[in-house]
């Protein structure tokens, strides 16, 4: 079996990675944006969990196959990342979970009723894997992260658009959003999660928390 990366194009094949209890899909979508969507299966019971369905329902419908889909969640309200979400979630009946704050924004866009919204320290569930919501506060005010934190080896992260290769994401120019999600990403993730942590992000490539810990004042001292 070939070796997960993590590098996937948009047109391109998905890339999987295979856990002892969880298989992680990841596919790109939109050759502008770039964006990552996750597809998560729990290999005990063969439920489906989507993460952000950004764009062309057709690649994610390929991808989700025959075993359909128990939710979708959304990390955030941006137009990028929920492009397919009518689409997909009307194909196949799945569950919507969206951050509580951005739940609303996500329904006006999209006209898609989040059916369960998400706070901090939430549990969501599929099979017998379980995920932890991490609520991060400044790219949008309700943007979420996803916490498995593997029984079998290291914890896996799903970030949205708050945390990527290189740095905390856009906060637009607003210091005080800046400020609070760079806090965010300190305490709730660099304070909480050891550096084997494995993070996806929703743009990009992978990478690892000890990868980035190093940069952390960095990214304070330049503000952005």
């Known amino acids: 079996m070939a070796t997960y990366t993590g590098e996937v194009t948009p047109g391109g094949p998905p890339d999987t990675r295979e856990l002892a209890q969880l298989v992680i ?13 996750y597809l998560l299966r729990c290999r005990n019971t063969g439920q489906q969990l989507l993460v952000d ?60 009723v989040v059916t369960d919204r998400l706070a901090d320290g939430d549990e969501l569930r599929f099979g017998g894997c379980r995920l932890s919501v991490i609520h991060l506060v400044g790219h949008t005010p309700g ?13 896996h992260l799903w970030t949205g658009d708050s945390l990527f290769p290189g740095g905390v994401g856009n906060t ?40 980035e810990r190093p940069h952390l004042q960095e990214w304070r001292d330049r503000g952005w």
């Not at 979708?72 to 509580?100: F, M, N, P, S």
């Not at 400020?179 to 743009?203: E, I």
């Open 25 to 37: 899909t990841k596919v790109a979508v939109d050759p502008r944006m770039h964006n990552n969507c």
């Open 53 to 112: 369905a950004a764009d062309d329902a057709p690649v994610l419908r390929q991808v989700i196959g025959e075993g359909g889909l128990a939710g979708i969640v959304t990390t955030h309200q941006h137009w990028d990342h929920h492009r397919a979400l009518a689409d997909v979630a009307e194909a196949t009946g799945a569950r919507v979970y969206a951050g509580a704050e951005d739940a609303d924004a996500i329904t006006s866009q999209t006209g898609v």
């Open 143 to 155: 943007s979420i992260a996803l916490l498995y934190d593997d029984p079998d080896g290291a914890p």
């Open 172 to 211: 637009f120019g607003d210091s005080s959003a800046f400020q609070s999600l760079v806090d965010d990403v300190a305490t709730k993730v660099f304070d909480r999660l050891p550096d084997d942590t494995w993070f996806y992000p929703g743009h990009g490539t992978d990478s690892t928390l000890g990868a």
